[in-house]
């Protein structure tokens, strides 16, 4: 059974290899392999929720991404969340067009009738790429201290957009930026 389904924004073959040198570094650590184990991509999650019908989020995303261009992203930051997940990411530069694209994303969404967390929602959203996930408190300094050797900033260009279900991670659908809308 599912937890719940996400749309994730994905990377350009060269800064998704970036990221994965990333999850590398820390598995070999054996800080943490939690992102490779589930079979996850690296990506930005823009909108979680366990509960949605993934038929009706399949058009909106496809009519969404086919007017949307690739969008430039650079990584200049590690952070991490303030829960129990443990979670250490990369942190995007937070720039007008990548905000506009996950706002433009929800306004289509509404329009359909999906309601929006509060997590995701335009004004609280923290765009972010998950590089560890369920470190061991004890190991958190560590985990920054491999993250903090990484050449940063590192920059390219979210390619396409896609709805998983998890966990384990199961692509369900993703399109294009800037693709036809004829299937």
Known sequence: MSEGYAIELYFDPALENQVLKAWNVVARRQISTHLIEIESRP???????PFIDPSKLESVVKGFASKQDPLPLSFGSIGSL???????FLAPTPTLPLLQFHFQLCDAMKREGIEIGEEFRPDSWIPYCP???EVPKNRMAEAFTVLRDLKLPVAGYAMDIGLVEYSPVRELFSFVLGGSIES
Do not use: G
């Open 43 to 49: 990506h930005i999650t823009l909108f979680s929720s």
């Open 82 to 88: 303030p829960n129990d997940d443990n979670v250490l």
């Open 131 to 133: 590089v560890a996930e």
